[in-house]
């Protein structure tokens, strides 16, 4: 007679005689170890799984859908093929992070190479506050974990702005992005202080400028021709400390061959007006990310409002 296979919440009974009880997972076991095997497998498998992860996400996800090919109609750029590559990257960029903070700094270093060889190099040997913005644009994880390679970067490190994530377990993943060269500062008003210090010291801050902020820390300016909501943070230190702007794309190489790195110095001179100023990154942002539209994150909803504020109609859009 074949088996009775029953579960009930964490228990399998089998027929009427044996029965076994499964403790449900714990997070802060399950996490950590599926990281280290992601770790543990060549970069391009890495990425193999992450593109099908990226088409799950696409496909079982009517939400993320809409959002995907909103974003990319609203920029011109919703092709079937650009579409199809946009979700595959979407999907890599979203697991690549458990490959690369786990390595180590010369397997990093060997994987990554610079457009212009030693553009980085040179920018750190300039004395002046360094503000390196790294949008959801190809792999920016790739970009902070190489500057820590730098030699310069242990006298010079790099300070993050990040968003802790609410699940302790993945608090304690999130913290293996910090080594020599790359600190790591939560997105409050003591992590707003720490990029300050950073950059008072002549060191260089990190920050996705295509996060939306929460309320009362960004303006409504154009991105893409449609207002969203923008971090004012970027122009608002660079006013304070005389910083140069520079944007960071790692983009990946097919093949799961590594990264390639170009470093866009944002040459406009600021004007102080820190809306105007936020305008003219975003606009500088839109170019950047034209050279590379297959590796932008089009899923994220980039237009949403933040909490307790309310989205801003674009006149243009509005009807007669």
């Keep these: 007679m074949a088996a009775d296979y029953r579960r009930v919440d964490s228990t399998i009974s089998i027929g009427s005689s044996i029965v076994l009880s499964l403790p449900p997972p714990d997070p802060a076991v399950v996490l950590p170890a599926l ?27 009517p939400t993320y859908r809409r959002t995907l090919r909103a974003n990319l109609a609203q920029a011109c750029l919703d092709e079937p093929a650009l579409r199809c590559s946009a ?15 786990q390595r180590a700094a010369d397997e990093i270093a060997g994987c990554v190479r610079e457009a212009e060889p030693g553009s980085l190099a040179r920018l750190l040997d300039d004395p002046r506050p360094l503000l390196l913005l790294t949008p959801h644009l190809g ?17 010079r490190p790099m300070t993050v702005l990040f968003r802790p994530p ?7 993943i999130i913290g293996e992005r910090a080594r020599p060269g790359l600190l790591l500062a939560p ?31 960004g303006a409504w300016v154009k991105f893409f021709g449609r207002p969203a909501y923008t ?64 590796q932008y994150l089009w899923g994220y909803n980039r237009y949403k409002a933040p909490a307790g504020s309310a989205a801003v109609v674009d006149p243009n859009e509005a009807a007669p």
């Design 139 to 155: 792999s920016f994880e790739a970009a902070a974990q190489y500057y820590a390679t730098q030699p310069l970067a242990r006298r």
């Design 87 to 101: 979700i595959a990257h979407a999907g890599r960029q979203a697991i690549e992070a458990a490959w690369l903070w």
């Design 231 to 294: 971090m004012t943070l970027p122009a608002r230190l660079a006013a304070a400390n005389g910083a140069r702007i520079v944007f960071a794309l790692c983009e990946r190489l097919p093949g799961g061959r590594g990264y390639l790195l170009r470093l866009v110095p944002f040459e406009q001179t600021l004007s102080g007006a820190i809306e105007a100023d936020t305008q003219r990154l975003n606009l500088a942002l839109e170019a950047l990310i034209r050279q590379c539209p297959t």
């Design 187 to 217: 997105a409050s008003l003591a992590g707003v202080r720490m990029l300050m210090r950073a950059l008072r010291n002549g060191h260089t801050a990190g920050i996705l400028p295509d996060q939306v902020p929460s309320q009362g820390e």
């Design 166 to 172: 609410r699940k302790q377990a993945l608090r304690r």
């Design 35 to 61: 990281f280290r095997l992601l770790s543990r497998l060549p970069l391009a498998w890495v990425q193999m799984l992450g593109a099908a992860l990226g088409w799950l996400a696409y496909l079982l996800s």
